[in-house]
Structure formats: structure tokens, C-alpha cells
Nanobody, 120 residues
Framework: QVQLVESGGGSVQAGGSLTLSCDAS????????MGWYRQAPGKERELVSS?????????TYADSVKDRFTISQNNAKTRVYLQMNSLRVEDTAVYYC????????????WGQGTQVTVSS
């Protein structure tokens, strides 16, 4: 099993910055990829960004956050960050950390989520 705990959410004005953290524990050797998803009210959950645990140069970003958000991982591979700059009102959502097992086609483990609210 893998446990994921997010932190760092909060309220910020448009144009501001926040950094989310996700602490991962458990059978991390099973995990090849970590991701950040978000879900806004009335909308489907969407993948914001992802990173490969063993190749942190391989990252993905949703078009809506490219050049504004940066995903990274600590050296111990136990924490994943999402640095969010130039935040917009439309970035308001619950942000979830997720872990993908090696060989899996969909994310297998999820955190409880952290709220990000951006006001104008």
C-alpha cells in the first residue's frame, strides 16, 4: 500500500503563488510515476502534471498550466511538489496527489486533496 498526504493549499489572489507538497510513504518501490490532479466544482478531475520517480526530467503538464506550474521531487523520492505561479481564478480546485504503479494504466493511489482558492 501507498499513502499520500497533500499540504500547502490555501487562498491566494490572482497572480500569486502557492506550493503544494505531497508526502508519500509505504511501498514506494511499486510506484513509477507521481501526478497532481485537480477537480473544480462541476468539472471532471483533470491531470495537471506528472513526473517519473526515476527520471525527474520526464514531466508532463496540462496546456492550461504550462509555463506557470512546476512539478518536482525531493532526492529521497518521498515528496512531490507542485510550484504554482501566476495563479488564475480558474485554477481554483481541489488538488489531489496520485501515484501510478509500474505497469498500471491508471493512477492507483490518491491523497485526500487540498483546496486551492484563487480570488480576483
Amino acid at each position: 500500500q501507498v499513502q499520500l498526504v497533500e499540504s500547502g493549499g490555501g487562498s491566494v489572489q490572482a497572480g500569486g503563488s502557492l506550493t503544494l507538497s505531497c508526502d508519500a510513504s509505504g511501498s514506494l518501490w511499486r510506484i513509477c510515476r507521481m501526478g497532481w490532479y485537480r477537480q473544480a466544482p462541476g468539472k471532471e478531475r483533470e491531470l495537471v502534471s506528472s513526473i517519473y520517480r526515476d527520471d525527474t526530467s520526464t514531466t508532463t503538464y496540462a496546456d492550461s498550466v504550462k509555463d506557470r506550474f512546476t512539478i518536482s521531487q525531493n532526492n529521497a523520492k518521498t515528496r512531490v511538489y507542485l510550484q504554482m505561479n501566476s495563479l488564475r481564478v480558474e485554477d481554483t480546485a481541489v488538488y489531489y496527489c496520485a501515484a501510478l504503479r509500474c505497469g498500471s494504466v491508471s493512477y492507483d493511489y490518491w491523497g485526500q486533496g487540498t483546496q486551492v482558492t484563487v480570488s480576483s
